[in-house]
């Protein structure tokens, strides 16, 4: 059973950076297709960036382009999202998605069979 645990979210003041990280065990990570996707109170759960499984190849939702950078370390199960210039509107629980079944990178969140527990992002004004 794979299981993905998130971590790096907390409260930071707008155009402020942070790094959240996603563990994943319990499967060959290489062979996974990650994803990030975020969602807000009140909000249905959105899609932020997704990577391939070798790394090189990435598409971000336009809210992120620019600001946020995804990679990732094979060696370690780890998927990283750095977050730059962070707004307000960036406040949500966010979530890191594992697609075992299929190497294409999708943006839909029906795609992706393992997520994680979340970790709350805060952006103050």
């Known amino acids: 059973q794979v299981q993905l645990v998130e971590s790096g979210g907390g409260l930071v003041q707008a155009g402020g950076s942070l790094r959240l990280s996603c563990s994943a065990s319990?499967?060959?990570?290489?062979?996974?297709?990650m994803a990030w996707f975020r969602q807000a109170p009140g909000k249905e759960r959105e899609f932020v960036v997704v990577?391939?499984?070798?790394?090189?190849?990435?598409l971000y939702a336009d809210s992120g382009e620019g600001r946020f950078t995804v990679s990732r370390d094979n060696a370690r199960n780890t998927v990283y999202l750095q977050m730059n210039n962070l707004k307000p509107e960036d406040t949500a629980v966010y979530y890191c998605?594992?697609?075992?079944?299929?190497?294409?990178?999708?943006?839909?969140?029906?795609?992706?069979?393992?997520w994680g527990q979340g970790t709350q992002v805060t952006v103050s004004a």
């Open positions: 319990g499967g060959t990570f290489s062979t996974f297709v």
């Open positions: 990577i391939n499984r070798s790394g090189g190849t990435t």
């Open positions: 998605a594992a697609d075992r079944a299929n190497s294409a990178i999708r943006t839909r969140a029906g795609a992706y069979e393992y």
